[in-house]
């Protein structure tokens, strides 16, 4: 009789692991596959076979995988009994298939001879996996993100004119791309990091899935690429300029202005702030679920907010695209003379090719700017973050903008240790003025 076992190889608790399948069929044969569903080490019970109950974990989301799992148990047993019953052979590939079809993911039928046939079908899965917080599939985005990769590799094969299988992926490989991203599709290298990350990834699940790769990707050669970037943040004085700055004459600067006043006292990420509606505000409250990460987020509306929302008839601003947002902003700041000089990256196109409306790949040019060229859709967030820092604790800041580790949150805004340590030092120093102050006293009337 077939026996069906559930294990993670558990070395870390704050690790995130693959849930395995272990199929025993008598003498037929034992099997192991991945399910395709992770889990950190600290929420799977050995024991039992499944995540800890989730009112243990704090997590709903297991809710899915401790109903999902007995299921697909009871589904792996059944089509057991049926193939032995049919004479059909049991083996690992058979098991892949069954987990794939209980889940309802594609067909394992494309041939994963080649490794663009293999990412088309993890981007297929991706809808399916689960997350490190237990959420199963992943945010528009990040799917994009892999499709944009596999895309990135096509046009890499049909620069060399050959198809790479997953094995081919090594060092040499590695070099080339990076190098055909860079001088070729002009792409900058942290853009160039971020394929290379998605492609390791994808390796990774590969090889989970039994496909044969290269062992140089586990090389501290093969890694992302990355180069310093920069970015600007407003000052309190300027976003009190941008916020009483008088645009009735331009509406839709008004608009974007409004959009930028509430980023900053919210520090929304942009693909959930254009999606704010009056159904977002709760009794003085802003709550909303964060696209990317799915958090519940709560923050009280900042005055300024509630006067944009006041002067706007209690209406939140009218909804625009990203990328008007992102140009208006520009406007509305250089009209407030957000003008300082700041060391920056920016787009500059080519006169020719903009008289002759040519597409041709762009780079960011490094160079110093004034402070309202370089504004953008990332802008307010990081605004947010940055002068609140310091000021507030730490996790009060961390819950407003979805960060879920301070080092994210430090890395986000750039802090170093030695600004941390000018934090501590100017509490010390307000601590010792308090000490060294010597108190007042006045008689108030003389003794007899």
């Keep these: ?22 199929l025993r069929n008598g003498r037929k044969g034992k099997f192991k596959k991945s399910t395709g569903l992770k889990i950190l080490g600290k929420h799977w019970d ?6 800890i109950a989730e009112s243990k974990t704090g997590d709903m989301n297991y809710y899915t995988l401790r109903r ?11 089509s057991v009994m049926v193939a032995d019953h049919n004479d059909i052979t049991i083996n690992g590939e058979w098991l892949s298939k069954e987990i794939d079809t209980f889940f309802g993911r594609s067909s394992p039928d494309i041939d994963f001879k080649y490794l663009t046939d293999y990412i088309e079908y993890f981007i297929d899965g991706l809808p399916y996996r689960i997350q490190r917080n237990g959420i199963t599939g992943v945010s528009l985005p990040t799917i994009r993100k892999y499709a944009t990769t596999l895309q990135k590799i096509r046009d890499f094969e049909k620069r060399k004119g050959k198809r790479f299988k997953s094995n081919d992926v090594n060092l040499k490989f590695h070099g080339e791309f990076v190098k055909f991203m860079n001088k070729e599709q002009k792409l900058n290298l942290n853009t160039i990091g971020k394929y290379i990350k998605c492609l390791k990834t994808i390796l990774k699940n590969a090889k989970q899935y039994g496909l044969k790769v290269n062992p140089e990707i ?19 004085n300027e976003i009190n300029d941008v916020f009483n700055l008088d645009l ?11 959009w930028l006043i509430i980023g900053v006292w919210t520090g929304a990420r942009v693909s959930d702030l254009l999606n704010f509606t009056n159904d977002n505000l709760n009794n003085g409250f802003i709550e909303y679920t964060a696209q990317k990460t799915k958090q ?16 706007n008839k209690g209406k939140m601003p009218r909804k625009i695209s990203h990328q008007r947002y992102n140009d208006w902003i520009k406007e509305v700041c250089k009209k407030a003379k957000v003008n300082q000089i700041c060391k920056g990256a920016k787009y500059i196109v ?23 060229e370089l504004v953008s859709t990332h802008t307010a967030r990081r605004t947010f973050a940055t002068i609140h820092y310091g000021k507030l604790p730490t996790p009060v800041i961390m819950s407003a903008t979805g960060h879920t580790t301070e080092k994210m949150l430090l890395a986000y805004i750039r802090k170093t240790p030695k600004d941390n340590a000018q934090v501590l030092q100017d509490y010390w120093q307000k601590e010792t003025l308090k000490q060294t102050k010597k108190p007042d006293f006045k008689v108030i009337k003389a003794a007899k």
């Design 296 to 311: 519940r987020i709560l923050l009280p509306v900042h005055w300024q907010v509630q006067s944009i929302i006041d002067r």
């Design 248 to 258: 009735s004459q331009t509406p839709y600067l008004e608009n974007a202005r409004n």
């Design 68 to 78: 999902k799992l007995p299921q697909l148990k009871a589904s792996i047993k059944e």
């Design 350 to 372: 080519n006169p020719k090719n903009k008289a002759k409306k040519e597409k041709t790949p762009q780079r960011k040019i490094v160079g110093d700017y004034q402070k309202w």
């Design 1 to 22: 009789m077939a026996t069906v076992q559930f294990y993670i190889n558990n070395k870390d608790p704050e690790n995130e692991y693959s849930i395995n399948v272990f």
């Design 46 to 51: 050995s024991a039992k076979e499944k995540p």
């Design 218 to 236: 586990e090389h501290d050669g093969f890694r992302s690429t990355n180069e310093k970037t920069y970015f600007v943040t407003l000052e309190e």
